[in-house]
């Protein structure tokens, strides 16, 4: 485990490869993001992103009633024209390197994830709520616009929704989050670790090369057009014959029928 005032990092050797857990620990707080939080989460992802062993990542938070409650409002009720700059490019930059990662990130998303939460999670591979999750960005009704990584929510829960709850502040229920795409599945209360788990040995069961560069290229598909993302796709599978990974993997595969 790795000290931290405003997060927690853990990582655990499973069967199949190494995994980290980013906890946000401010719970008294809501798992606000500070200023602080925003800089410890970006070096803690920095860190896991040279990890040439890690597998994956679980991005949860503690204290069961909000994953995440929105940005620090203590914070964000000081701030200028200048300071309000400094303080969300500074979260950009955290989110950002969350979204990085060169390993899949699973949001594990318990209790109302609101504003900057949103955006965090938005910035994950997989995301897997409770049902009494509340989900959200309120921006505009203490306001002020939604930002950075919320860029992301058209192309995850489609334009319309995105602009229902960008434009009204209102929260969606985990089904109706389910049903636009914002979360992959929705579980009961005591059973969202299982859920991770499932997707974690999924992971850990396919080739560690594979994963990596299945992330890598997803992440370049977001900007590039049809033909251009089909020629990186291309050099992606070269790329990955170039070691023995696929013939390893395949022949474990063939052995079991």
């Known amino acids: 485990m790795t000290d931290y005032k405003t997060i927690l990092v853990e990582h655990e050797v499973r069967p199949g490869g190494e995994i980290a857990r980013i906890t946000l620990n401010r719970p008294d707080k809501l798992n606000a993001m500070s200023s602080e939080m925003n ?10 992103s040279k990890d040439k062993d890690l597998r994956a990542v679980v991005l949860a938070a503690a204290g069961g009633k909000a994953f995440v409650g929105g940005a620090d409002i203590n914070e964000m009720a000081e701030m200028d024209a200048q300071t309000a700059r400094d303080f969300i490019t500074n979260l950009h930059r955290a989110i950002n390197q969350v979204r990085m990662l060169p390993v899949p990130v699973i949001a594990r998303i318990d ?11 938005a910035a994950c591979d997989m995301r897997v709520c409770t049902e009494d999750t509340k989900l959200g960005m309120p921006e505009v009704r203490v306001g002020m616009p939604s930002v950075i990584e919320a860029v992301l929510l058209p192309k995850i829960m489609g334009w319309g929704k995105a602009a229902e709850i960008l434009l009204t502040g209102d929260m969606i229920d985990a089904q109706e989050a389910l ?12 059973g969202i670790d299982e859920q991770v788990d499932a997707w974690l040995g999924s992971i850990l069961s396919s080739g560690p090369q ?15 057009p049809i033909d251009a993302a089909i020629r990186a796709a291309i050099d992606a599978f070269e790329e990955s014959h170039s070691g023995p990974e696929p013939r390893a993997y395949l022949s474990r595969f063939l052995r079991k029928d």
């Open 210 to 224: 594979a994963v990596r560069i299945q992330k890598r290229l997803l992440r370049s598909w977001e900007n590039l």
């Open 111 to 121: 209790g109302y994830c609101l504003g900057a939460g949103l955006e965090l999670v």
């Open 39 to 48: 800089r410890e989460l970006r070096k803690a992802a920095y860190a896991l």
């Open 179 to 190: 049903t636009c795409g914002l979360v992959q599945k929705v579980t009961p209360k005591g």
